[in-house]
């Protein structure tokens, strides 16, 4: 199956400081997307992604398809952006529309 | 207001008394799917379903069952709950499948789910 790597593991800001977050992949994909999961549990979408460049707000994501990679960008980060940063890939010849998570990127913002 | 709503949010019980997660989404979507959360492990799909009565197993399907027998439901159920169950689980839904490849998923809020 598709394989997902994200770094760093973990990263400790200073709030108000910018971020980027990254995600490598092994093979085409139908779709990626980004998730924050906050300290409730909680997965909230923030990007689909799977080429391009998006923007919300403080938040802006980059995937290059072709060299396999998305990356999220934090800026003028908050301590309520804390939490963690999920890479999700659908593999392309898997027809199952599964998501692929990596392990995630655990954030803590620090006021 | 597009959702997918899980319940109960939280829920503890004893080893062998079955129990079902509900999961119900409001956007139409043809496709739902099920997951889990453990520590070190991320998160692994449990059962899947491409539309009404099609459902299929992802990678840990053991010990559940689910049914799709309307379009915006999608319950979880767990015959006789184990203590490997005890996780967080999560439902998703994504726009028809045929409307390829816009498919991006959509999860609930979260079950928390304890077995003794």
């Known amino acids: 199956g598709i394989q997902v790597e994200q770094s760093p593991p973990d990263l400790i800001l200073q709030e108000g400081a910018n971020s980027t977050l990254r995600c490598n992949f092994s093979?085409?994909?139908?779709?990626l997307q980004w998730f924050h999961q906050n300290p409730w549990g909680q997965l909230i979408n923030l990007f689909y992604i799977p080429s391009g460049t998006k923007q919300n707000g403080r938040l802006s994501a980059t995937t290059v398809a072709t060299e396999r990679y998305s990356l999220l960008y934090i800026s003028s980060s908050q301590t309520t952006d804390s939490g963690v940063y999920f890479c999700a890939l659908e593999d392309s010849g898997a027809g199952s529309y599964q998501l692929t998570f990596g392990k995630g990127t655990k954030l803590s913002v620090i006021p | 207001e597009a959702q997918v709503t899980q319940n109960p949010r939280y829920l503890i019980t004893v080893t062998g008394k079955k129990l079902t997660v509900t999961c119900s989404q409001n956007m139409n979507h043809e496709y739902m799917s099920w997951y889990r959360q453990d520590p070190g492990l991320g998160l692994r799909q449990i059962y899947y379903?491409?539309?009404?009565?099609?459902?299929d197993k992802g990678d840990v399907p053991e010990g559940y069952k689910v049914s799709r027998k309307e379009k915006r439901n999608f319950p979880l159920i767990l015959e006789s709950p184990s203590p490997n169950q005890t996780s967080l689980y999560f439902c998703a839904s994504s726009a028809t499948v045929t409307v390829y490849p816009y498919n991006e998923q959509f999860f609930g809020p979260g079950t928390r789910l304890t077995v003794l």
């Open positions: 379903s491409m539309n009404v009565e099609v459902t």
């Open positions: 093979d085409s994909v139908n779709n």
